[in-house]
Structure formats: C-alpha cells, structure tokens
C-alpha cells in the first residue's frame, strides 16, 4: 500500500529532526478502508505536549490532542470545561514535536453545538492557530449538519460516538454504551449520518463489540475504536493510560508501560541522595580548572 505525505511547512523550523518534513495526510488516512476494507489498521494515541508528540510520531498515523487533556494533564473532574485556548495551545505544542502523524485536535465541549457556524469559526481558529489537520467532534446524527457543513468548507472532521464523555452530564457517568436494542441501532445510525456528513473518520467509543462491528461494516470510512473492538478500522488509547500513568483505568485499556511506578522510583533516589548530601555527586558538579 502506498502512502501519501505532504510537505508540512508548520515544523519545518521547529522540529529538530533531519528526517524530511513530510506528513501523513487526511485523504490517505480515509482511503486506507477501500471498499470496505482495511489492510492496514490505522494507529492513534493521544499526545498533548511537543515532547511526547516527538516519541509517539513515528509509531502512529494519527496523534489525538484529546480534550481528555482536561483531566489527564489540568486534573479536571470531566473534559467539560477544557477551554478552546487550552486546545489551541496543546495543539500547536503537538504540531512542533511530530512531522509524519496527521495532528486532528478536539472541539472542547461548548465550541460547536449552537451552531455549523459556531463550530466553523471556533475549528478554524484550531487550524490556524495550531497547524493541525483536522478537527474531531463528538455526537452523531445531531453533529451531521455540522460536519457537512465543515468538510464543504476545507476543514477535515472526525466524528465521535457511543460514549461521548462530553455528555457525561447527560449520559450519568462512563459506563459502556448501546446495551439495549435501541440504543444500538442509534449508534450505528449516528456512525452512518457522520460517514454521509463526510466525516473522514469515526471514534467509537466504549461500546459492546456486536455495535462496533456493525458500525464498521456498515460506513465507508475508517471507525476508531477505544473500547469497541479489534475489528474497527484502527485502535485510539490515552497514552497516559497504555504507559500506566494512572492506577485506575478503564476496562480496555492495556497498560505496556508502568511508568507511574519509574517515576516514584525515580523520585524517591533523588530525594534520598539530596537528603544525604551525595547529590550532586563529582559527575554532576563543575570543577575549577587547574591551572
Ligand atoms: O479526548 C480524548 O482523548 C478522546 C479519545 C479518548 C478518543 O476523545
């Protein structure tokens, strides 16, 4: 399979590595699912600072400024009052630390929903202030009018649906998405209202397997899953949570890291050799010349 690259004039300065500054492109992102197949998953974790972005780049198609940044960096309670500035300053912090994954950024919850105009005004401030290349909204057949309105207007979306923790209010909590019948069907109609809307990918979320399956079988463009299935067009985590930063993650996340555990390690050496005077030690320390 080949891929499409684009010159990304955005790092070209920023970005301390010789590797040519070329990137991932939307278009080539959506045309991985052909006729409704996928012969290479599409790979996404979440990235919020430019450092994280530049080890995270080379492994992934897609780097996700996710306004999960509300409680995984800013210990927020909910994503619910993560502010567009915060959004754009993440943003463009991503965009600096990668050159190959296509950036998409979160509308933060308040940004989008009055109006296709609202939305339109608030993401293009996302893609200009960020040099992002598209922007992810959550909701479903609701949103559609909006991503129509969007994609028509030159800025790429990617929808997000079955839990949208956006609606924690709403919803009641965090729990898995489309147990009853009804409530299914809705998610695989909004997966489908999205994909007509021209969204050029969707998330989703938190959801039992038969939904997600249904969901990919049944729109053109890729679906995300976190939480849905292995069948999904490709796979998103928090990269907080598969590095295990956090004790207490969902169900489906895979940890393949414990960081958490080297961190306190690591802080708990330095305090001891600060505490007994042995840091800095003569590795560390500045020696008058002689002579
Ligand atoms: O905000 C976020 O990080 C997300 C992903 C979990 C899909 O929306």
């Known amino acids: 399979m080949s891929t499409t690259f684009q010159l990304d004039t955005a790092t070209s300065r920023a970005h301390p590595t010789p590797a040519p500054m070329k990137r991932l492109t939307i278009p080539a992102i959506r045309a991985r699912k052909d006729d409704g197949v996928t012969t290479e998953p599409i790979v996404m974790l979440t990235a919020y600072t430019a450092r994280q972005a530049q080890l995270l780049d080379a492994h992934c198609d897609l780097l996700l400024v996710g306004d999960s940044l509300g409680q995984v960096i800013y210990g927020l309670s909910s994503s619910v009052p993560v502010t567009l500035e915060m959004m754009i300053n993440h943003g463009a912090a991503v965009v600096r630390g990668s050159y190959h994954a296509a950036v998409v950024v979160d509308m933060p919850f308040g940004t989008y929903e009055q109006s296709p105009e609202q939305a339109f005004a608030n993401a293009a401030r996302l893609l200009k202030e960020t040099g992002c290349a598209a922007v992810k909204l959550e909701g479903g057949e609701a949103m559609a009018e909006t991503v129509a309105f969007l994609t028509q207007r030159g ?123 042995s840091f800095p030690g003569p590795e560390q320390t500045y020696q008058p010349r002689k002579g």
């Open 155 to 277: 800025i790429p979306v990617m929808g997000h649906v079955g839990l949208t923790p956006q609606a924690v209010n709403v919803l009641g909590g965090y729990n898995a998405r489309g147990r009853s019948d009804a409530e299914a069907q809705k998610i695989v109609d909004d997966a489908k209202a999205l994909d007509a809307a021209g969204a050029f990918a969707v998330v989703i979320e938190g959801v039992v397997e038969p939904i997600a399956i249904a969901a990919t079988k049944a729109i053109a463009c890729p679906t995300i899953g976190i939480g849905g299935s292995a069948q999904c067009d490709g796979q998103v985590l928090v990269t907080e949570d598969m590095c295990g930063l956090f004790e207490r993650v969902p169900r489906f996340v895979k940890r393949y890291a414990n960081l958490a555990e080297e961190i306190e390690t690591a802080a708990a050496t330095y305090a001891s050799e600060v505490r007994a005077r």
